[in-house]
Every structure is written in structure tokens, then in C-alpha cells.
């Protein structure tokens, strides 16, 4: 108490300044509008900075789950327009449940948990296994492109041979024309991935599109894969072509799981034909 008081009369005339000053900042905005207004909107930029900063934070902690929500999201509305592209014209008349048996692929979320693009032999793994249905041979992608596919599962998890393995060899063509190839990888740039097999009458120029052919019975024709950066065409056929990837392959969160639910009608016609 002594040292308030103390404190008091040390610094009592700038104390007293301070409320004189204060008495005179409240006389002036009370009995002025346009100091009264200046007052307010300067009070206002303050808070409403303040609030901004608040929901920019808020927003930072929520952008997690918005982003698992919107994968969500879009797979459900993959799901809806396969089923919609794939039906046959039906009797106006007629009901049908059509939700599953015109469906070609089905497309569920998951998580990259693990992500290795360093090594020539590239894998990642996903926190989805086969509990929720996941099973060797599936396609894996997110909105930019094509990641891999599932090698291995678990009951919770699964492998993904990544695109960046020297072992990957996915069905490609130009967007531009039906010239099919195939997808591999050299082992050096994660960025760049190339395509083999593509015909010399092919007419090729830098930065056409790459999207899968359609023709495996993983991938659905049309995912997304990058563009052509540059290529070697020498004794009559392309030496080399190589593909910028749309995706940064070393930054890989949320994926996509591509079923196709009429995998095994295919694969099992296919070899009865190679067996007759």
C-alpha cells in the first residue's frame, strides 16, 4: 500500500496529465460527429483486423478436415457421373435400380501417410487397407494426376508402387490423338517421367497433353498425367519422350482410389482369347 501511495505522489502531475488528457479525448468525440466518426471507423479497422487475423487462424486449423471433406466430396461426384456415363438408354417406362450395375468405377479417400521419391524404386503408402476394401492391382490418383498403384495391403494400409519406380509401366496416349504408349520412369527426375512404345507416325510436339489410354483395366481413360517437355526422334522412331508431370510427386496428401468394378469380366475374357 505504501508503495501506491508512494507511486502516486511521485508521479502525480503526470497522472494528472493522463486523465486531463483522457477527459479532453472523451469531451471532443462526444461533442463533435465528425471526430465521433473518425473515432469509430479508426475503432473499427482495429477490430475488424484483429477478427480477420482471428478467422485467418481459425481457418489454418479447419483446412485439414475442409480438404478431407472436399476429396470427399469429389469422389462421390466421380462416383455419380461414371454411373451417369455409363448407362445405357433405358425404357422411359421402366424403373431400374441403376445406382451400381451401370457403374464402371468407384472411387473412395485416403491419406498419404509415407511418400518416397528419392530412390529409384519408389513407394507410398496410404492409410487404407483392406478393410476398407482395398486390394492389390488398384489405381491410385488425386486432382492433378495418376500417383500408382496399390502393390500390397494390409488390414489398415496399403503400398503404392509409385509412378517414380523403374518397375511401373502405365498405358498412355496423346490427348491429341489415339497414338497409345507407355508410361516408365529412367530412376533420375522425380519430375519427369517417360513414355516408350509410341509410334513413329505419331506427330509429337512439346507440350502436348498426356492423359492414360484407358486400355489397362486399372486406370480410367483420361487421368490426367503432364506434357511433353521434349523428345528425340532419330532412325525413324522416337529414342526418347519425356513427360513433365502435372503432379509434384515429392508433395502427395490426399488420394483417390480408383476400383473398377468390371475388372474381372474383362481380365477373364481377355484370356480366353489368349488361350484359345
Avoid: C
Avoid at 120 to 141: C, E, Q, S, W
Amino acid at each position: 500500500m505504501r508503495q501506491i501511495i508512494y507511486f502516486i505522489k511521485k508521479f502525480r502531475y503526470f497522472l494528472l496529465f493522463i486523465v486531463l488528457e483522457t477527459l479532453a479525448f472523451i469531451v471532443i468525440v462526444q461533442d463533435r460527429s465528425y471526430h465521433q466518426s473518425k473515432f469509430v471507423n479508426s475503432a473499427n479497422a482495429i477490430t475488424g483486423g484483429f477478427y480477420n487475423k482471428a478467422n485467418s487462424v481459425s481457418a489454418f486449423f479447419h483446412l485439414k478436415k475442409d480438404n478431407q471433406l472436399l476429396s470427399e466430396e469429389n469422389a462421390r461426384l466421380k462416383n455419380l457421373l461414371d454411373a451417369k456415363e455409363n448407362k445405357f438408354d433405358l425404357d422411359s417406362f421402366t424403373v431400374k435400380d441403376t445406382s451400381q450395375y451401370f457403374q464402371k468405377y468407384d472411387y473412395s479417400v485416403a491419406k498419404v501417410i509415407n511418400n518416397n521419391f528419392t530412390k529409384r524404386n519408389n513407394f507410398l503408402t496410404i492409410n487404407k487397407g483392406a478393410k476398407y476394401g482395398l486390394a492389390p492391382d488398384l489405381g491410385v490418383i488425386n486432382s492433378k494426376g495418376i500417383i500408382g498403384v496399390i502393390k500390397n495391403v494390409s488390414s489398415n494400409y496399403a503400398n503404392v508402387l509409385s509412378i517414380l519406380n523403374t518397375n511401373s509401366k502405365i498405358n498412355v496416349r496423346l490427348k491429341n490423338s489415339n497414338h497409345f504408349g507407355t508410361l516408365v520412369w529412367d530412376g533420375k527426375d522425380y519430375n519427369i517421367t517417360q513414355i516408350i512404345d509410341i509410334p513413329r507416325q505419331a506427330l509429337v510436339k512439346a507440350g502436348d497433353t498426356i492423359i492414360t489410354g484407358g486400355k489397362s483395366a486399372i486406370f480410367p481413360e483420361g487421368i490426367a498425367v503432364g506434357v511433353v517437355k521434349d523428345f528425340k526422334y532419330e532412325q525413324n522412331k522416337y529414342q526418347i519422350i519425356n513427360v513433365m508431370l502435372f503432379n509434384d510427386m515429392s508433395a502427395i496428401g490426399e488420394v483417390q482410389i480408383v476400383k473398377n468394378l468390371h475388372k474381372d469380366e474383362q481380365i477373364i475374357l481377355e484370356q480366353s482369347v489368349v488361350n484359345e
